[in-house]
């Protein structure tokens, strides 16, 4: 606009572009270190998988912490017994079970368990599982042959390899359109067709000439967990809590250290130029030697001084510290603080309770995943091969019939048994669970229950006792008891009336 000459702009007012981005995805002063990359699952793996899994070894060796979260995991998982097969093979026209046929299952899988689970014939099925989940925590992954045709009565047998054998160097394509991923071959699908192991363990000291061998993918299995959909290898469960375990166990000792250096030297003798002259005891390197006795009094020479050595250690915020890091290290490990350390300091009968009933949940997905990514896939296979050796009266072509497992893993006491108990019978009562469901929840077999009941009433009948007696004092007893605890429930006691 041009007015008296002068050249008048207009200029409309720049709007400021609104945040319209993720906060997470700003790039500023405090999160300018926060450098992140676009990778693939096996791309980080490739450059970081062996370092991984040597420290998580390593904190195998000499972490406590990390000791105790295998040793929990190997007793919460497996337990004392194992996981537990039960036969559940049906007759076909009456759709009955099977006693017979489960029976001679179970009896056979309970003796190729208790010695010839594993080529070396020195596991059972109950150690053997305990270091497939050792190994998969602590390594990220395991390799398990499984060997047709083995030397042993059942002509079955299980053979453990480290993920070692894998070489993650090992990376091509091939031409059939193939791709080896860090020792996986897999199709162009992602399905694993082959694995590339290396002939002896890279460990060794004859490591020279070490060349790879192709299995087929129907000779392994490959356990691990999976974070990713296109993951070919396994990560180490304890590597998010890694630097925090190994700098927590470099902090406790360094404290023990200055504790043990404070409760020893106790102080410092100085002089000034009067003391130049005192001539007392001293050892090869010109220090005063001094004894230090319970109660007593020493006079210092003219110009010696006497100045204590104090660094205060350990300090009174060490116990909190090591808690506050206990807690983001458990939470990466999947158990409750109390667990990992067995702290239960400051806990009460619902916090107990509660962190017991989620930390169960935990254990219990770790079971399911075990028991349908090995039991489940190992099973079939054995059930044919002890056919075929003659150690199961079946026939061939019924094979498919007798493949009906159901397994029992692990179970929890409750935490309060009776009110406990008492919920379950309520239950019972209104038809919200059956007898079978709640001794599942105990890792019990309902029909071994039964079994058992026959076989004691046929024993008292044999002595002649009176089943009708027994289940009377049960029953007074179980009346005595319901008293007790409305005792402890009135501020005052309850008499009888003559």
Request: a negative charge.
């Amino acid at each position: 606009m041009n007015l008296f000459g002068f050249e008048i702009k207009f200029r409309r007012k720049q709007e400021k572009p609104r945040k319209r981005n993720y906060t997470g995805a700003q790039v500023n002063n405090l999160t300018w270190d926060w450098v992140t990359a676009n990778l693939t699952s096996d791309e980080y793996l490739r450059w970081n998988l062996k370092r991984l899994r040597e420290r998580s070894r390593d904190l195998e060796r000499n972490d406590d912490y990390m000791r105790n979260f295998l040793r929990k995991l190997e007793i919460n998982t497996v337990g004392a017994k194992g996981i537990i097969l039960q036969s559940k093979v049906y007759f076909k026209t009456t759709n009955d079970l099977d006693i017979k046929s489960n029976s001679i299952i179970e009896d056979e899988w309970r003796r190729w368990a208790r010695q010839y689970v594993s080529v070396c014939e020195t596991l059972s099925l109950r150690d053997f599982l305990k270091i497939i989940l050792r190994t998969i925590a602590r390594d990220g992954e395991v390799l398990i042959c499984k060997i047709r045709g083995y030397d042993n009565p059942y002509r079955y047998a299980l053979q453990i390899l480290e993920a070692d054998f894998l070489d993650e160097d090992l990376n091509q394509d091939l031409p059939n359109g193939n791709r080896i991923i860090m020792g996986v071959e897999k199709n162009r699908y992602g399905k694993p067709v082959a694995y590339h192991l290396f002939e002896k363990h890279p460990g060794e000291r004859s490591y020279a000439g070490n060349r790879h061998i192709r299995i087929p993918a129907e000779e392994i299995l490959h356990l691990f967990i999976k974070e990713r959909p296109t993951q070919s290898r396994g990560v180490p469960w304890v590597a998010s809590a890694m630097i925090k375990l190994r700098m927590l166990g470099a902090y406790e000792e360094a404290e023990v250290v200055a504790a043990r250096v404070a409760a020893s030297k106790m102080g410092f003798f100085t002089e000034d130029i009067e003391g130049a002259s005192y001539e007392g005891e001293r050892d090869a390197d010109g220090n005063f030697i001094t004894e230090v006795e319970p109660g007593a009094l020493e006079r210092l020479p003219p110009g010696v001084d006497f100045k204590p050595f104090d660094p205060g250690q350990p300090s009174a915020e060490f116990s909190d510290f090591v808690k506050a890091m206990l807690r983001g290290i458990s939470a990466g490990l999947g158990c409750n603080y109390n667990t990992l350390c067995n702290d239960l300091e400051s806990v009460n009968y619902s916090s107990l309770r509660a962190g017991a009933i989620d930390e169960r949940e935990y254990w219990m997905d770790i079971q399911s995943w075990f028991i349908d990514n090995f039991l489940e896939r190992i099973y079939p296979e054995w059930l044919e091969m002890a056919v075929l050796a003659g150690r199961l009266p079946f026939s061939f072509q019924e094979l498919e019939r007798f493949i009906a497992p159901e397994w029992q893993p692990r179970r929890w006491d409750w935490v309060d048994p009776l009110k406990d108990v008492q919920a379950k019978i309520l239950e019972l009562k209104n038809g919200l669970t059956t007898r079978t469901r709640i001794c599942a929840e105990q890792g019990i077999d309902f029909e071994d229950i039964l079994e058992e009941i026959k076989r004691e009433r046929a024993l008292m009948e044999g002595y002649g006792i009176k089943i009708e007696d027994i289940d009377k004092d049960m029953s007074l007893i179980s009346e005595e008891a319901q008293m007790q605890e409305e005792r402890k429930k009135w501020p005052f006691k309850l008499t009888q009336k003559a």
